[in-house]
């Protein structure tokens, strides 16, 4: 009577029929329910009848006659428990044959009565209930069939898969037997078929335990990690909460790593010895080893046993994995405990009254994408329609190409229609109609949720992790920790307290005044000079956003978001950045680690080429504080100039001066400003980092500031380098007391340079845990404590296709990574359990992973620990990511030279690979001799475009304002 969906039905039914209780209700239900378990049982017993009597199956025409009644266990027990057996033999008596018979046909009767019965009973309630109509009947048999029955026959239809398994494996059996093998080939087809067994039980174990984790059921045994959660009224509780079901989530999925390990070895143990097994007895045979021949009817028989015992258990498995999804899967778990499962992809910072499946909605990241948005706002129009809205902007991109590159119009036109022929042929496909369906319901869940914020006044933003992971926080506090940042704050200045459209269009004119001059001065070309001159009509006002940085323990802190796209000086930033970058790249190439793989090489190289690790070696990590902001405009300026003097051969690069330049950067620096609360700020440090140009001039700025360390280390054969705002090298110089007053001296010179240091024989660089141990380098992927140890990365463009590539990237991260096997292993499962509880199936996984494994041949490295084998896996990758690096430079030179031509279109539901490789294959044909649009003289990268994701649709409009 508690059951929810049987108030919902029984109320339904009490509403249009008023005479009628719910206790009559339940009482129907449940003699529905007692006849369809009776007739189940039924159903059963007449397998295990033509089990026992020979004609569960029609005979195979076969010369051999073989004894065909089969008795099932279940049968056996039974015999026993009527004392009409006392043995368990495979073969019986004719006696005990025909007793078990007649037992069995008792039990049919029996049933037979027992369901006439339930049958009166029903039919003798529904008389006495009045006004009670075959249409609530039929609502009481389905709730039945759904809610009882259903769970019930996907029961009973294993068992008679089981029975069947059973019944051919005995008769080949016997049919094997009625051969006359000699003793060695008894013993070798029980070998064989007891190590297959054991085979599929570890394989199927294996794959169940990651099963649990995609479908968010962790074992009951795992609870132990955890204790019960009290209720909690204010959100510095709810922090407390969350934070601890974060670590049970982490907690629990550490364990399952472990299981998982230890179940890939169990199953590669049991492989290898089947394996050895089957080869040893072919090898026998070949050989001719004295009776130890194997003939063909033998073998055959052997190998059908095999199958079956596939085929059984992966009967076995399909059913248990199709039990995880169903609601009622812990029913006999206490309903009192909270349990907490595998997923945790969202931070809780208050209170709220949101439901399960708004939080679950929201669980699945900001790069999650409902589908099908397209479609459901344009019900009312065509296929046709549709599939225009979704090919218009590749559309539109072809035409600017061609007119660009004065591609014939008639060529052009030509192109235009085979693609859009192409297009429209692969996608005109219908969508299923559960994943509209699906669409509809998070559309609506997306609109209960924004009103859900509103009402409680609460605010989600993604975090500043690039994780793909919500936050959820009161409105109230996360603003006012965003102004007491900006407060605080020494990088901006007010410039505007209000809103002035008419000052803003005072400052643009004010730059295209000194871009003006330039040109009269002929410091830039009429070319540049228009290239970079500033539409206020088209100019927009760049705003100020913050997202939460949950790295710290017990904090939240701000990160400022500056965006930059239309604003006045992105014409002026991206043209320096195309003319700076590629020459800054250069120069810092011997001192930059790309990412880890590279960093790993270069480390390896100073240990086992150069021999330079010591049992007293350091390693020293500074981690730069303010790397998007190191210094006033007027430094960051000068620094350029004097690093563009020191190493240009001449004044000028490529066309513009070095005080040209610095010109330019004067303009880009000092006008940059942003929107925040109806305020208008300029930046008195740095640019906005969603510039390209601010990580080139950081990057300028700290060369020339590490100069002095590299200076000192370069006399030492030290390994010196740094990513971004990290820097790591080795130090053998001293103790590590000198080696801090020598840092020390580089923030005592008034030195605007603010870093954080670790000295040690045991450091962190970037996600690697790097250790000298006396002298010997051990490294492994490293996993900070308060970060989402099992989030994916928050990525753009299409979802799956990023999280693909960086799946593969984060397992080539691993092997390069991991000094030791076992931690490769282990951080491979990692990055599994990270797709599984974030919503990609095992096929997803297990494609990448094989693909992975395979690129090399390597697939038995899956599951071996053979340190040797492991090593010339580990070299392999090194040498690939070498390759890859190579082709990084040629795409960036495509894209330095303007050869890079990147495309996209609309995508919600089609095969979007085989558009892909059409396009290309439609591009290769027409232009394959053609002077700039070749494959060898051009680079074309074609995406996708998906619909709004949840953070779009979410994470509240930002303000934008156009200049006017």
């Not at 043995?87 to 046909?105: G, K």
Request: some cysteine; glycine content about 2%; charged content about 25%.
């Amino acid at each position: 009577m508690t059951n929810r969906e049987f108030i919902h039905m029984a109320q339904t039914i009490t509403k249009a029929i008023s005479s009628i209780h719910i206790n009559d209700i339940q009482q129907l239900a449940i003699l529905m329910h007692q006849i369809a378990t009776v007739q189940i049982d039924r159903y059963m017993m007449k397998v295990y009848l033509h089990s026992v009597q020979g004609t569960l199956k029609e005979p195979n025409y076969t010369p051999i006659e073989i004894n065909r009644s089969v008795w099932p266990i279940q049968v056996q027990s039974l015999m026993l428990t009527h004392h009409k057996s006392t043995t368990s033999m495979e073969i019986h008596t004719e006696e005990e044959q025909t007793t078990c018979e007649q037992l069995l046909h008792q039990h049919l009767q029996d049933m037979k009565e027992k369901i006439q019965d339930y049958e009166q009973q029903l039919n003798v309630k529904k008389q006495t209930l009045n006004d009670f109509t075959s249409n609530a009947e039929e609502m009481i048999q389905s709730y039945v069939q759904m809610y009882g029955i259903k769970q019930l026959k996907r029961k009973r239809d294993l068992k008679v898969a089981l029975i069947n398994y059973h019944y051919d494996s005995e008769l080949l059996k016997r049919q094997y037997l009625h051969e006359q093998p000699n003793q060695y080939q008894i013993e070798i087809a029980k070998t064989i078929s007891d190590t297959k067994r054991e085979l599929e039980k570890a394989r199927r174990e294996l794959l169940e335990l990651k099963y649990r984790v995609f479908y968010n059921k962790p074992s009951p045994s795992l609870d132990s990690i955890q204790v019960s959660i009290p209720k909690v009224d204010d959100n510095n509780d709810q922090r407390s909460i969350d934070k601890y079901k974060k670590i049970i989530h982490r907690n629990k999925l550490d364990v399952m790593a472990t299981k998982i390990l230890e179940a890939e070895t169990k199953f590669y143990q049991c492989s290898t010895i089947f394996d050895n097994e089957l080869s040893t007895m072919w090898r026998n045979h070949r050989e001719l080893v004295k009776n130890k021949g194997m003939p063909t009817k033998l073998t055959d028989i052997v190998d059908q046993r095999l199958k079956i015992m596939s085929d059984r258990w992966r009967d076995i498995y399909i059913y248990r994995i199709q039990c995880f999804s169903l609601t009622s899967y812990y029913n006999d778990i206490d309903p009192m405990l909270e349990r907490i499962g595998f997923s945790s992809s969202l931070i809780i910072d208050t209170s709220h009254q949101l439901i399960p499946e708004q939080l679950k909605l929201l669980s699945r990241g900001p790069k999650h994408v409902p589908p099908c948005q397209l479609s459901i706002s344009s019900l009312n129009q065509s296929t046709d329609d549709i599939i225009k809205k979704q090919y218009a902007s590749l559309k539109h991109q072809l035409n600017n190409v061609f007119s660009k590159y004065h591609v014939n119009i008639a060529l052009s036109m030509e192109i235009q229609q085979k693609i859009n022929d192409t297009f429209t042929n692969l996608f005109s496909i219908p969508i299923p109609s559960n994943i509209q369906q699906r669409g509809l319901h998070e559309k609506h869940l997306v609109q209960s949720i924004r009103f859900a914020f509103n009402k409680q006044n609460m605010i989600l933003r993604r975090t500043a992790d690039n994780k793909n992971t919500f936050y959820l926080g009161n409105r109230k506090e996360f603003e006012a920790k965003a102004k007491d940042y900006l407060m605080r704050s020494h990088d901006y200045t007010v410039f505007l307290t209000k809103y002035k459209c008419s000052e803003l269009k005072e400052m643009i004119e004010s730059m295209n005044e000194l871009l003006m001059r330039l040109k009269t001065n002929k410091s830039i070309t009429d070319n540049v000079y228009h290239r970079l001159l500033i539409d206020a009509s088209k100019v927009k006002l760049p705003y100020l956003y913050f997202l939460p940085d949950v790295s710290k323990d017990n904090e939240i802190s701000m990160m400022p978001i500056i965006t930059s796209e239309s604003s006045a000086t992105w014409k002026i930033g991206k043209y320096l950045n195309d003319l700076l970058r590629p020459f800054v790249n250069k120069i810092l190439q011997p001192t930059t680690f790309r990412d880890e793989p590279d960093f790993i090489q270069k480390l390896h190289q100073y240990v086992h080429i150069d021999k330079r690790l010591r049992a007293t070696t350091l390693f020293c990590t500074l981690q730069i504080s303010n790397y998007y902001a190191l210094d006033l405009h007027q430094r960051m300026i000068d620094t350029v100039g004097c690093f563009l003097q020191d190493n240009l051969l001449s004044n000028k690069l490529e066309q513009l001066t070095i005080q040209t330049i610095k010109n330019l950067l004067h303009i880009y620096l000092y006008y940059n400003i942003f929107y925040y609360k109806n305020q208008i700020y300029k930046m008195a440090k740095g640019s906005p980092t969603t510039m390209a140009l601010s990580e080139t001039l950081s990057t300028i700025y700290l060369f020339v500031w590490e100069s002095r360390i590299t200076k000192e280390l370069r006399s030492k054969n030290e390994l010196f380098g740094r990513y971004k705002d990290q820097i790591f090298f080795t130090w053998n110089n001293s103790n590590e007391k000198e080696l801090c007053r020598f840092l020390q001296t580089l923030q005592d010179k008034d030195s605007p340079i603010q870093f954080q240091q670790r000295i040690a024989s045991t450091v962190r660089f970037l996600n690697v845990h790097i250790d000298n141990l006396k002298g010997e380098l051990s490294t492994r992927i490293y996993h900070q404590a308060m970060m989402q140890k099992y989030s994916l990365p928050y990525v753009v463009g299409h979802s799956k296709q990023a999280h693909s590539d960086w799946f593969r990237s984060a397992l080539i991260r691993a092997v390069c990574c991991s000094s030791s096997v076992d931690n490769f292993h282990l951080e491979r499962v990692t990055l599994e359990l990270t797709c599984l509880t974030n919503g990609y199936s095992l096929q997803f996984v297990e494609t990448q992973v094989e693909h992975f494994f395979g690129y090399f041949h390597a697939h038995e490295m899956r599951y071996s620990k053979d340190p040797t084998m492991y090593d010339t896996f580990r070299k392999n990758w090194f040498s690939y990511m070498t390759m890859q690096y190579e082709l990084t430079d040629k795409l960036h030179q495509f894209n330095d030279k303007g050869q890079l031509i990147q495309l996209n279109y609309r995508y919600e539901h089609g095969p979007r690979c085989e558009f892909n490789e059409q396009f290309h294959r439609l591009w290769s044909h027409y232009f394959h001799q053609h002077p700039t649009l070749s494959k060898e003289k051009t680079k074309v990268l074609l995406t996708t475009k998906q619909q709004h994701s949840l953070n779009t649709l979410l994470a509240e409009e930002k303000p934008t304002n156009l200049i006017q």
